[in-house]
């Protein structure tokens, strides 16, 4: 029975450094912060210490936490390494990386919608409306919903029928989470609003629809960057 | 001196891979063609057996050939793993891929081309016109470009001063290079035209012309691939 009780803990861990990363997302932790001890991350979360040092290493080796010895655990990237495939977590400048993420993704995206509309099939159309939901319903229930928003980008992706889109999926998302500590949790209405005219227009079989509403969906997100990059410049 | 000799073997290696590599482009060799004995090879490339062994250990190692006991040297793949982010080499039909690639390289290229006007250094455009040049002069002379081709794309990139656009590269790379067993060698006027076109219009920071220009290149490529597509079926 060990071997099956180690498996259930192991799922355990896992979810439970889900909710440590949420965590620290949530509160906008940066690099160089430190993390609550053991015993108060498992009064948090509801499980035992030995459940924390699991999940806490498996943060550790996806890049995001480090264990100084006598010292406590920091975070040292607030993007997992397995979701950074351009390697751009390292770049100083967050406000100007989101910049030029929304300027390829700008390019990107609304090319992708429009050939989404164009070969969306049924099935992939009610997925797509699916991940559409949950992020609306997440929204109005004040969660952190970054999973479904990159879910539902992977989506519209899936619904291109291309091979190369489909494989430019990883960077798709990277995109999207690089956005979390800029714009998300900001442009509630506008995604709402924005993503549900994305998939109406493909579900409608409306390229010019899709690509138009993937555009303004991107302009939202490229003019609060540079509202934040305006603020960020008045400050100092 | 055993050290440095191992050194010089190493890199006489190196470009004796190459020029295997760029053999199996020119007779547009497919994966499961048996390559020529060591003894043939070394007599057209002018270097000894244990040369021409270890360059095919090189390529063995980016899953280009595969050596079977007994047997010969045969070839794996036309895409080195290296070259190959996305891994698409093993989708077999490759027209198909091709259509999807160009579809995906005029969402991209195209917007990629405006930046770099809006954004190309001096030096930048200098090596930009060096590619092209190379591009140029290597149709002329009748040999392969494939190469010179991919930096030229690399170099629209880096003209772009976008940070994400950098990390696109390997991709647009693998692009390049997946059409080599389809369009290459085939348009070589119209690449003349467009290249220099898109140099110009870099260049002088004209982003419309950079884009139209680019677009151009990438239609031209479309076309052919549509035109294979159905060479291809009608041949059926």
């Known amino acids: 029975m ?19 990363y949420h965590y620290i997302l949530e509160l906008s932790m940066r690099p160089g912060d430190k993390l609550p001890n053991e015993f108060e991350l498992g009064e948090k979360f509801g499980v035992g210490r030995s459940t ?24 040292v990237s607030t993007t997992p390494s397995d979701l950074d495939p351009l390697g751009l977590s390292g770049v100083e400048d967050k406000i100007a990386l ?19 509309a164009l070969n969306a099939t049924e099935e992939s159309i009610r997925q797509l ?27 519209v992706a899936r619904c291109s029928g291309n091979m190369v889109v489909e494989q430019l999926i990883p960077i798709i998302d990277t995109a999207v989470l690089m956005f979390v500590n800029v714009t998300h949790q900001k442009l509630t209405k506008e995604t709402i609003m924005t993503h549900r005219a994305i998939v109406d227009a493909i579900a409608a079989h ?3 629809g899709a690509k138009t509403a993937m555009m ?6 490229r003019n609060m960057i540079l509202k934040l990059m305006k603020e960020e410049k008045e400050q100092r």
Not at 134 to 149: C, F, M, S, T, W
Not at 216 to 221: C, F, K, L, R
């Open 2 to 20: 060990e071997g099956f009780s180690n498996i259930k803990n192991k799922l355990l861990a896992e979810q439970v450094q889900e909710q440590i």
């Open 98 to 116: 989101a910049l030029d993420l929304v300027n390829v993704r700008l390019i990107l995206e609304p090319g992708i919608a429009e050939m989404a």
């Open 216 to 221: 303004m969906h991107m302009t939202y997100n």
């Open 129 to 155: 409306r699916y991940h559409c939901d949950q992020v609306e319903e997440k929204i109005k229930a004040g969660d952190l919903y970054i999973r479904d928003d990159i879910a539902f980008h992977t989506s």
């Open 206 to 208: 409306d390229p010019i």
């Open 52 to 75: 924390i040092r699991e999940a806490v290493k498996l943060l550790a080796s996806r890049g995001v936490l480090e264990v100084r010895q006598g010292s406590g655990t920091y975070v």
